[in-house]
């Protein structure tokens, strides 16, 4: 028996799961860099975006998957933006 895929439940596991790496990521600069209140900060949104996904997929084993694809997409555009904005020079007003 194939299980059955509810796209919206789908997208919101991929968006939830992308959300809650792009905020690991953050948590997890926040704490290399020690900085307290944003590494707190992080953490806490980190917890309350992971709870959707996973009261989410665990209802049906193949919404992991599309955990799986938010999880990477989250990475990946969070490391990408956190290379822009360390290229960036200091001291340099980003154009508005």
Do not use: C, H, K
Not at 15 to 28: E, H, I, K, L, W
Not at 44 to 69: C, D, G, P
Request: net charge positive; proline share 6%; aromatic share 12%.
């Amino acid at each position: 028996m194939v299980p059955t895929i509810n796209p919206l439940v789908a997208a919101g596991v991929v968006v939830a799961t992308a959300a809650t790496d792009a905020v690991y990521v953050m948590f997890t600069s926040a704490v290399a860099a020690r900085r307290r209140v944003p590494a707190a900060t992080w953490s806490s949104v980190w917890y309350l975006l992971s709870s959707y996904a996973v009261i989410s997929y665990t209802e049906n084993w193949v919404y992991v998957v599309f955990a799986a694809i938010g999880s990477w997409l989250g990475a990946f555009i969070s490391i990408t933006l956190l290379q822009r904005s360390a290229a960036r020079p200091p001291g340099r007003a980003t154009p508005g």
